[in-house]
Structures are given as structure tokens and as C-alpha cells.
């Protein structure tokens, strides 16, 4: 890693303070940057120091697009520095701070969710343990497109002497970690409440209706008996099952990041690479136009029709309620809409507010025909999105299953013969979707 000068940094401007020191923004060969300060004389030879810069040191030989980018290092006067990417904002900003200001739906939440598993397994795979994941160690890029992990100012290499300590922040920490545990499930655990308050825009808490934040201790002594963050109810079955999974009271029946996120791929649903943060607007406001006729313009939820996640996942709608008792189906289930036969209207109602049609001038024939055009349009998009959304989740099925015949199709004549007939019809099924997707 480079190592420069502190004259090089120009433009400081500070952004905040922390446990270790200060971070600023700066600018750095005419980019702006983030420049991370630790104050040596607080430090001393803390080992969260040196385990983050190995840790940071190690993971940009990866150059993994969710982890965060180290550009250079160097010291002023009794401070080491660190100087890496400057982001829109952190994820927990979004949540909290700017509730009010912004809004995220499903499509929004399921791209982090994904982005952060990926992160993660990236992690794992090459032995670290991250050991504080929480929103605010998530960095949103490129208008919120883009989620990376920060801060590993905790983490671990798993191959590391340095003995266990009682590290993180006590809601995001697993029931083990109080006995001095860690492995790589204790990520996994963080990662469930985290996603528990990305659902709900609330701080995790054991008691909705306590006031202030208990001690620590009591805290950690809870969980450790087993209690959880309260339940959600009116999201999608898989999601509330994904969560659960992931907080397990015994390690070992945690999932790994490897099968969340092939689960996460295996959701039939399709994460379209666009601006994910919308700034809330009057309902008095008037809407604009899509900026075009074309249909592929128009903001698409991707797989299916819309219904109260998809269209506008506002998680302070959602019920939370304590008792509940989760299912032990894995079956990934779609969301259905809340009407058998839904009409335009109901598709037209779930555009963003910067896809929604004007209405039509009162008395103008060609405005009307032009608005009810479009509704057509859009009802038959989101169908083609739906059935697409079945077709590939159909595929998913028979590829799992081509690939278990395929291991026993030396064994068995008769195997051998449903591989074919899966292959012939999961051949099939890819050129519908071609054909679909040409629309």
C-alpha cells in the first residue's frame, strides 16, 4: 500500500469523530476522498488499530466491489492516517437520521441485503472475521447503488495468536460472543439485525415500549436466553425466515454466507441497477412524465406484480409483534398481489412518484387516449415481468434438480432418461425467456 505524505491531502474538511480519531474529507490527486486520522498517543499499540490496517491491507489485494477501497496510508506528526473512498453516506444515516427525507423500497432493501452477503462471503472466504457488522459500518456509493463494508477496526484473521475479546456493539453481537467465542456465524447473526432494522427504520431493541437503552450487560444477558428483536409481520415468508435462520441461538444453525446468497440469487426477483435513494415529495406535488414513451423506461419491480413491498417499502407501515413462532418451511415463496385480477390502476399506483403519468386534461381526447395508452403499457410490462419472474424461478428448480440427476445418472438407466427430459425442458423454458425478454 502507498505510503504518502500528509501535504498531499488538500481541502480538509472534518466529517466526524470516532473511538480511535477523526475522519475528514479531503481531496487527493484531485479526487475526493476520505482521510481517516488515529490519534497514536490514544491507540498506543491497540490491536483493533493493527488488526484493521491488516485487515484493510490484505482485503484491496481483492479489490471486492462491496468492500471498502484503501488508496494510501502515512503519518502526521503523532497521527496515522488512512485515505480511501468517500461515500454518499452510511447506510445507518439513511435509516435513522434522513428517515424523514428518504424513502427505500423492497427492490432498494434486497440490493444491500445482497451486496452485504457478498461482501461478507468474501470476508469469510479468506478467513476474516469482520465481528461489527451494524448499519453504521455500511457505506452507500453511486446514489445508493453500491453498499460496502467499512470499519474493520474489529476484525479478525482467523489464523491470528491474539486471543478473543469482548468486541462490538451489544444489540449486533451473538449470544457466544459473552462467552468469548467467535467464528465466522457471529457475522452472520449481525447480519440478521441488521436487516431487522433496515425492514423497520428502528433501532434494534429487545422492549419497544422501554425507554432508553438498558445496560450492556443486560443486553447480552437476554439474547444469550434466547430473545430476539420483535417480529415483523407483512413481509415476504422467505425474508422473516432468512432472518431467523441467521440469528439462531446455536452457531451451527446459522447459515453460512455461501447459502445466503445463493438463496438470495435463487429469489425470483431481478435487481435492477438504478438510483436507490428517492427523496419523499408532497402528494400535492405534480408528478412528471416518464422521460420517455418507452416502456423499458418506466420503473419496473422486477418479477412480478407490484404489491405494498415492492411498490413502496415503507417499513413504519409494517406491524411488529412479539411471540412469534417461525416455520421451519425453507421453501422461498414470490409475493402474490393483493388482488386475484388486479386492474392498470393498480399497476399505475405502484410506479415510483417519477414514473406516474400525468392525469389527463379534463375534456382533452388525445390526453385521455395517451393516458390510458399508457396504463396499457404498464400493465402489460409488469405481467411480462411476472411471468418472466416464474419462468426463471422454474429454471432454478430444474437446473437443482438436473444437477442431483446428473449424479446419478450412472447408476440408473432410468435417471439417466428424466436427465434428458429435464435438460430438453429446461432448454425450453431459456427460450421462452429469450423470447419474453425481447418484448
Known amino acids: ?98 428517515k424523514k427525507e428518504y424513502d427505500y423500497n423492497f427492490n432498494h432493501f434486497m ?47 482467523l489464523d491470528a495468536t491474539s486471543a478473543d475479546t469482548f468486541i462490538g456493539t451489544p444489540y449486533y453481537l451473538a449470544p457466544e460472543v459473552i462467552e468469548g467465542k467467535h467464528s465466522n456465524k457471529c ?29 450492556p450487560y443486560n443486553v447480552f444477558r437476554t439474547i444469550g436466553k434466547g430473545a430476539r428483536m420483535p417480529t415483523i409481520i407483512g413481509i415476504p415468508k422467505f425474508l422473516w425466515e432468512l432472518v431467523t435462520k441467521c440469528w439462531a441461538q446455536q452457531p451451527v444453525d446459522r447459515l453460512s454466507f455461501d447459502e445466503i446468497v445463493r438463496k438470495l440469487k435463487g429469489v425470483p426477483y431481478k435487481f435492477k441497477n438504478e438510483p436507490l435513494l428517492t427523496r419523499r415529495r408532497s402528494k400535492t406535488e405534480v408528478e412528471k412524465p416518464p422521460p420517455s414513451s418507452d416502456i423499458h423506461q418506466i420503473r419496473r419491480p422486477d418479477s412480478h406484480p407490484p404489491n405494498q413491498m415492492v411498490v413502496a417499502f415503507d417499513p413504519d407501515s409494517f406491524e411488529v409483534v412479539d411471540n412469534f413462532e417461525s416455520t421451519s418451511d425453507d421453501t422461498l415463496v414470490s409475493i402474490e398481489p393483493k388482488q ?52 426463471d424461478q422454474k429454471r432454478i428448480e430444474l437446473d437443482n434438480e438436473l444437477h442431483g440427476e446428473e449424479l446419478k445418472s450412472t447408476k440408473s438407466t432410468t435417471s439417466f432418461h428424466r436427465y434428458s427430459s429435464i435438460l430438453q425442458e429446461n432448454c425450453e423454458l431459456e427460450e421462452q425467456l429469450k423470447k419474453l425478454r425481447s418484448l
Request: charged share 20%; proline share 6%.
Open 111 to 157: 440490493s444491500w441485503t445482497l451486496q452485504l452477503a457478498l461482501a461478507l462471503e468474501c470476508c469469510h472466504h479468506n478467513s476474516i472475521i469482520h465481528r461489527d457488522i451494524k448499519p453504521p459500518n455500511m457505506l452507500l456509493f453511486d446514489d445508493g447503488r453500491c453498499l460496502k463494508i467499512c470499519d474493520f477496526g474489529t476484525a479478525k484473521l
Open 187 to 215: 457475522d452472520v447473526y449481525s447480519f440478521a439485525v441488521t436487516l431487522w432494522e433496515m425492514i423497520t427504520r428502528h433501532k434494534p431493541t429487545l422492549d419497544l415500549n422501554q425507554e432508553g437503552q438498558p445496560h
Open 340 to 391: 386475484a385480477n388486479p386492474s392498470s390502476q393498480y399497476y399505475i399506483d405502484g410506479l415510483d412518484p417519477d414514473r406516474q403519468p400525468y392525469i389527463p386534461i379534463e375534456g382533452n381526447q388525445e390526453s385521455y387516449q395517451v393516458y390510458m395508452q399508457y396504463k396499457s403499457y404498464v400493465e402489460q410490462r409488469f405481467k411480462i415481468l411476472y411471468e418472466m419472474g416464474q419462468l
Open 1 to 98: 500500500m502507498e505510503v504518502i505524505a500528509p501535504n498531499q491531502l488538500e481541502d480538509k474538511l472534518m466529517l466526524g469523530s470516532g473511538a480511535f480519531g477523526c475522519v475528514y474529507q479531503a481531496k487527493w490527486r484531485s479526487r475526493p476522498v476520505a482521510v481517516k486520522y488515529f490519534n497514536s498517543k490514544t491507540i498506543g499499540d491497540d490491536p483493533c488499530f493493527e488488526r484493521e490496517i491488516e485487515a484493510l491491507t490484505h482485503l484491496q489485494s481483492l479489490k471486492h466491489p462491496n468492500i471498502i477501497r484503501m488508496f494510501a496510508r502515512g503519518t502526521e506528526g503523532p497521527q496515522t492516517f488512512m485515505v480511501m473512498e468517500i461515500a454518499l453516506f452510511s447506510l445507518d444515516k439513511i435509516i435513522h437520521e434522513l
